[in-house]
């Protein structure tokens, strides 16, 4: 993954004042991930525009041997996409400039819409980490920003405000999603994650639908409850909910995942 593997600096989030949405999508983009299913036979010559479904991811994380990212449970499910899979356990990132990269799926929210997916990284020595607002920071009226793949209109930025909260988990938000912005980032204007776009009300079941989109709360990202953790993440799911709960710097002591095949 040449872009994130050799990026020069990552964006200081959050900012100190608000950006508007050219420098909100600006800083951020490069923190948006393609998630597309790890198929049989699948060649890195094969362009990812041509294989089908895909999702959306954003960094959580950049250590410096690896990289966290979170996407929803629905797009790493096997069932959920309609062409076959090599492994349940892993699927491909891309990056606006450069991929691809094998990611395993660490973990499983037992609750949300919510798993975080390992890639290993070699090459850079920069880290990151991306701020997230507690729930209760998330108001109605608050702007928000959207970055995802709509229909396959990679890197596409839609904005709205949040219109609701929801029984303590989801977020209603006015800005359009589509099929393929699942997974992707809700940001607000300082840039900290609110939550994580997860589904709209389909107009085809749902006449009366307008605009209804949902995203889970991005706060359940870092609390180590209710996670299904997968084999061997151990090390890595510990090392990020211990320095994010517990406000130091990153690590950088070496604890990658076995390569995923």
């Not at 597309?36 to 294989?51: F, N």
């Not at 069932?79 to 799926?105: C, E, H, I, K, Y």
């Not at 809700?186 to 994580?196: C, E, I, P, Q, S």
Request: proline share 8%; net charge neutral; aromatic share 8%.
């Amino acid at each position: 993954m040449p872009a994130m593997e050799f990026r020069g600096t990552f964006p200081s989030l959050p900012a100190a004042e608000p950006w508007n949405a050219q420098r909100l999508v600006r800083e951020t983009s490069p923190l948006v991930f393609v998630v597309a299913p790890d198929t049989p036979g699948w060649t890195p010559d094969r362009g990812y525009s041509e294989s089908g479904a895909v999702g959306a991811g954003v960094l959580l994380e950049a250590f410096e041997d690896g990289f966290l990212v979170a996407t929803n449970r629905h797009v790493v499910e096997p069932d959920s996409w309609l062409m076959p899979r090599a492994s349940g356990d892993t699927v491909l990132l891309f990056q606006q400039n450069g991929g691809p990269s094998r990611g395993r799926v660490v973990a499983l929210h037992e609750k949300l819409d919510l798993t975080l997916v390992w890639t290993e990284r070699r090459g850079s020595t920069n880290t990151f980490r991306q701020p997230i607002a507690p729930f209760s920071d998330v108001a109605p009226g608050q702007n928000v920003f959207v970055i995802g793949h709509p229909e396959r209109l990679f890197f596409s930025i839609s904005t709205g405000i949040v219109m609701r909260t929801h029984e303590d988990k989801m977020v209603q938000v006015s800005a359009p999603v589509s099929p393929g912005n699942s997974g992707g980032p809700v940001y607000d204007d300082l840039g900290r994650l609110l939550a994580v776009v997860s589904y709209k009300v389909d107009r085809r079941f749902n006449p009366n639908a307008e605009n209804l989109n949902f995203a889970v709360r991005a706060d359940a990202l870092i609390d180590p409850r209710s996670w299904k953790r997968q084999s061997g993440s151990d090390k890595v799911l510990d090392r990020y909910w211990r320095i994010v709960n517990s406000g130091q710097d990153s690590v950088k002591s070496s604890t990658a995942l076995p390569t995923a095949p």
